[in-house]
Every structure is written in structure tokens, then in C-alpha cells.
């Protein structure tokens, strides 16, 4: 099942390596993209051909991070929440080359 729409604009950010994204707020944006990349700090193992499967997907930042550092996942993101599905879908667009399908 699709999301209604929202409402709230979206803005775009732009974060470290040149990396452009929709987002509800910029400054949130940043923070997680820093929470994020601090996950690899703890010897997360990833393999081509492994499946992920991002629940609370939010913006995507997170499935995002994922695919650069290894191109040949495939990961199912889940986001609830309307407005940052949309953002989470734009992302996706923009950034994965169709290995990232969100729900």
C-alpha cells in the first residue's frame, strides 16, 4: 500500500561527498547522515548479493550509505510516515539505480 501524499514540502541538503538529498529539515538530514556513518565504525560486514532490509527507513540515509559502500546489495526499505516516505522514494531515485525498492 502506497502512502497518501503529504502535504509538507520537501528541501534538499546537501551532505558530505557531494551527496544531494530530499529531506523535511536540513539539519536533521545532517545529524543522522553523522549518526549514520558512525555505524561503520563497528565492523559492519557487507558482501555482493546480500539483502537488507531497512525497517524505519526514514530518509534513506541509512540504505544509502549501504549501496556506496558495497553496489551489489539489494535492500527493501520501509518507511511509515507520508512525508518522509515521499523523500525516502525521491532518494531512492535519485541515488540507488533501482537497488533499493521502499515500501
Do not use: T, W
Not at 19 to 33: D, F, G, T
Not at 35 to 45: A, I
Not at 50 to 60: F, M, P, S, Y
Amino acid at each position: 500500500m502506497k502512502p497518501k501524499p503529504s502535504s509538507k514540502p520537501l528541501s534538499e541538503v546537501a551532505l558530505p561527498g557531494d551527496l544531494h538529498v530530499l529531506c523535511v529539515q536540513a539539519r536533521e538530514a545532517k545529524l543522522v547522515y553523522e549518526q549514520v556513518e558512525e555505524y561503520f565504525e563497528h565492523d559492519l560486514s557487507l558482501s555482493a548479493g546480500d539483502v537488507v532490509i531497512d525497517v524505519g527507513a526514514n530518509i534513506g540515509l541509512f540504505s544509502l550509505a549501504l549501496l556506496r559502500r558495497e553496489p551489489e546489495l539489494r535492500i527493501y526499505a520501509f518507511e511509515p510516515i507520508p512525508v518522509l516516505f515521499e523523500a525516502l522514494q525521491g532518494n531512492a531515485e535519485r541515488h540507488a539505480g533501482g537497488r533499493l525498492g521502499v515500501f
